[in-house]
């Protein structure tokens, strides 16, 4: 889900969508969400929502992509072992 408003949250949310989609697991149980809010000293802060949970946080400025790329490429291993876990916890089957 995408709550970006600026042309870096759009660009970071879309680096995000294509490495997501690119995993397979877009189907998962657990939404992810792109959330940007502003910085009181300009520019923007964006974070990465898996589950409800804040995965990684990056500060975003226009004209400034290589941050955003490299906080996507960070956040999606995080969220890839975040639903392994929960996986692995549905196999054990329920507890008695």
Do not use: C, N, Y
């Not at 974070?47 to 941050?67: D, H, K, N, T, Y």
């Not at 490429?73 to 996986?87: F, G, T």
């Amino acid at each position: 889900m995408d709550r970006t408003f600026s042309a870096a949250g759009a660009a970071f949310f879309r680096e995000f969508a294509v490495r997501w989609h690119e995993t397979g697991r877009v189907q998962a149980r657990e939404s992810v969400v792109i959330v940007e809010r502003p910085e009181p000293r300009g520019g923007t802060r964006a974070w990465v929502e898996f589950g409800g949970q804040p995965v990684v946080i990056v500060p975003l400025s226009p004209g400034r992509a290589a941050p955003a790329r490299e906080a996507v490429e960070a956040a999606i291993p995080r969220i890839l072992e975040k639903l392994e876990h929960a996986d692995d916890e549905l196999d054990e089957g329920p507890l008695e």
